[in-house]
């Protein structure tokens, strides 16, 4: 079946590195995107990773796949206030068609 | 990135109207586009994919005569809420892919308030 699950809530410290991660069902997933989503906005792609790639590193940002556990994860280093937003893990299947979205983790950063 | 809109941002209607929402796709051309709804607080559900010149294409479970879609040219898919109601409320995205690009670009989204 399809299913992306994302942790809920996430809360760091200004400077350090955020890790959020998400994990999925759907073994023929092609590529895994990482959108984010700030209040009352539509959502913005920060990166994706084809599946037979294991990691990408894109400035402040690193997607790891382990896809023999079906596990993603995004780290951001040296978080800051502005990325404080809503962050999706979404798997694209049947094509690249439909994209099979997690809850959202949201993502606080504090002082 | 290229770049979808949205129109209108925001909408509020009374029960039993129809709502039309526009997605345009501003730098390219999209034979094809999704529509999404979110509700407060959880993820974007797939409702259907639009294609250009022919039939929408719609998820299990989303009425196709209440949501009508329409893809009339390679850069513009409508979205008509009809005989809305309260529970129709929510946050509608739509998304396009430029040809041969792997990335979806998503619009702002209308936020959809039926009294």
């Known amino acids: 079946g399809e299913d992306v699950e994302q942790s809920l809530f996430l809360s760091v410290r200004e400077g350090d590195s955020s890790v959020i991660n998400c994990t999925y069902t759907?073994?023929?997933?092609?590529?895994l995107y990482w959108y984010k989503q700030e209040p009352g906005a539509g959502l913005q792609l920060l990166t994706y990773?084809?599946?037979?790639?294991d990691m990408k590193q894109d400035q402040r940002l690193t997607v790891l796949l382990n896809k023999k556990d079906k596990h993603l994860s995004l780290r951001i280093a040296d978080t800051q206030t502005g990325d404080s937003a809503i962050y999706f893990c979404?798997?694209?299947?049947?094509?690249?068609?439909?994209?099979?979205f997690g809850a959202g983790t949201r993502l606080a950063v504090h002082p | 990135g290229a770049v979808v809109s949205q129109h209108p941002s925001w909408v509020i209607c009374k029960s039993g109207t129809s709502v039309k929402i526009e997605c345009r796709s501003l730098?390219?051309?999209?034979?094809?586009m999704f529509w999404y709804r979110q509700f407060p607080k959880q993820s974007l559900m797939l409702m259907a994919t639009?294609?250009?010149?022919?039939?929408?294409?719609?998820e299990q479970g989303v009425e196709k005569d209440k949501f009508l879609i329409n893809h009339a040219s390679l850069t513009l898919s409508t979205l008509t809420v009809t005989s809305a109601h309260p529970e129709d409320s929510s946050f509608y995205i739509c998304?396009?892919?430029?040809?041969?690009?792997?990335?979806?670009?998503f619009g702002p989204g209308t936020r959809l308030t039926v009294l």
């Open positions: 998304s396009a892919r430029p040809p041969g690009q792997q990335e979806k670009f």
């Open positions: 979404a798997e694209s299947i049947r094509g690249y068609n439909k994209l099979i």
């Open positions: 730098d390219f051309q999209a034979t094809t």
């Open positions: 639009s294609n250009e010149g022919s039939k929408a294409t719609y």
């Open positions: 759907d073994s023929s997933s092609t590529y």
């Open positions: 990773i084809f599946s037979n790639m």
